[in-house]
């Protein structure tokens, strides 16, 4: 199939979010069947996908009054970057599923609003070039499905330090894909290339599945693999993935610099607790040793508060951004943005919060 055939829609415009749960909706209109369900879809039942979304459900926030609170404030920090938000775009493949702008577009949306960070992923249908001439100065970190050979992952690397990352995500739990129904239904193959990863495929990711991708991407993922990353390009390292407390120790003592407690979205392992159940053990280990990004379900301004109240510095936002680009290019990942702005500074003032660490430091209750 050629890009043409595929036709991922092309609409630029400003779009009046009402919540992210009905942009899913209307997305599913305008994207093509195969790649709605590759972004949507989940794996096996689909447990998982919808457990991160649930699983906010059982916290509840206690809503404090007379809290002398207004106008909240939601700017913060990670590493070195003053962020207006708490929140960032996750790395995710293949924008051009959502649309013809492919990462270009989220770029750009991303920039527009400014103060976040972009997420660039190592399975990017843009060059870093493309994504530049959307991103500009905005800061972005690199995502890396690492290759089985190492100077393939030395060259990854240096392009993504070259093309200003300050920090690598290496994620770990997708090592080969997950049960994802939808797709083999569907006969779901990339439509275009995968220009970052192309160098380490046989083919360029063009007409290949994503299991074929994985299946040639390194699957013997181990600790050490942290060091690599981290001594090689001299950045700070993430570990992606983790669900597991014992994970996020191991990962600090190999070197890591932030751990990423993420459950790929409800993509990989299905029957796995909710990204959001397993947070707070994981936040007890890193006892704030390292940062902790957070992501998978976050769909509202409460789902933000919660994961930041229960351990989370800060959360990567995934497919309401896609949703956004499908609709609207870069206009639409800009409103997402100030949607999930807007939508936080409700909760914190409703909560009684004035700023983020107001929110870190609330206590929720169990509603189970
Ligand atoms: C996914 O489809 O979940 C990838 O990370 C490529």
Do not use: C
Not at 3 to 16: I, N, S
Not at 161 to 169: F, S
């Amino acid at each position: 199939m050629t890009e043409g055939q595929y036709g991922a829609p092309d609409h630029v415009k400003k779009l009046g979010i009402f919540n992210t749960i009905e942009l899913e909706d209307l997305a599913k209109e305008v994207i093509p069947h195969g790649g709605f369900d590759y972004l949507a879809g989940g794996s096996g039942d689909e447990f998982t996908l919808r457990r991160n979304v649930e699983s906010f459900n059982f916290k509840g926030i206690v809503p404090r009054v007379a809290a002398n609170v207004e106008f909240p404030e939601t700017n913060t920090k990670i590493f070195e970057h003053e962020l207006k938000v708490p929140y960032i775009m996750a790395p995710i493949a293949a924008h051009g599923l959502a649309h013809q702008s492919k990462e270009a577009g989220t770029a750009r949306g991303i920039r527009e609003f400014g103060g976040s960070l972009m997420s660039i992923s190592a399975y990017s249908g843009a060059t870093f070039e493309e994504i530049d001439e959307g991103l500009q100065d905005t800061p972005r970190w690199f995502q890396i499905y690492m290759s089985k050979d190492d100077q393939l992952n030395k060259s990854i690397l240096d392009e993504a330090k070259a093309d200003g990352a300050t920090a690598i995500i290496l994620t770990a739990d997708a090592t080969v894909g997950g049960n994802r129904h939808r797709d083999e239904k569907n006969h779901f193959v990339y439509p275009f290339s995968m220009p970052i990863v192309a160098r380490y495929l046989t083919g360029t990711g063009k007409d290949m599945s994503l299991n074929n991708i994985y299946g040639q991407s390194k699957q013997k993922i181990t600790m050490d693999d942290i060091r690599f990353i981290k001594e090689y390009s001299g950045l700070p390292v993430f570990l992606k993935g983790v669900q597991a407390p014992e994970d996020a120790e191991a990962a600090i003592q190999a070197g890591a610099d932030g751990i990423w407690v993420s459950t790929h979205g409800g993509r990989q392992l299905d029957g796995a607790p909710g990204s959001f159940e397993m947070l707070p053990a994981i936040a007890k280990v890193v006892d704030k040793r390292v940062p902790i990004v957070f992501d998978s379900g976050i769909r509202r301004g409460e789902h933000i508060f919660k994961a930041l109240a229960s351990g989370a510095d800060i959360v990567a936002i995934g497919r309401p951004v896609l949703f956004g680009l499908a609709l609207g290019g870069w206009q639409g990942v800009q409103s997402v943005f100030e949607y999930f702005e807007r939508d936080l500074k409700r909760v914190m003032q409703l909560a009684g919060t004035q700023t983020i660490e107001d929110i870190k430091n609330t206590q929720l209750i169990d509603l189970r």
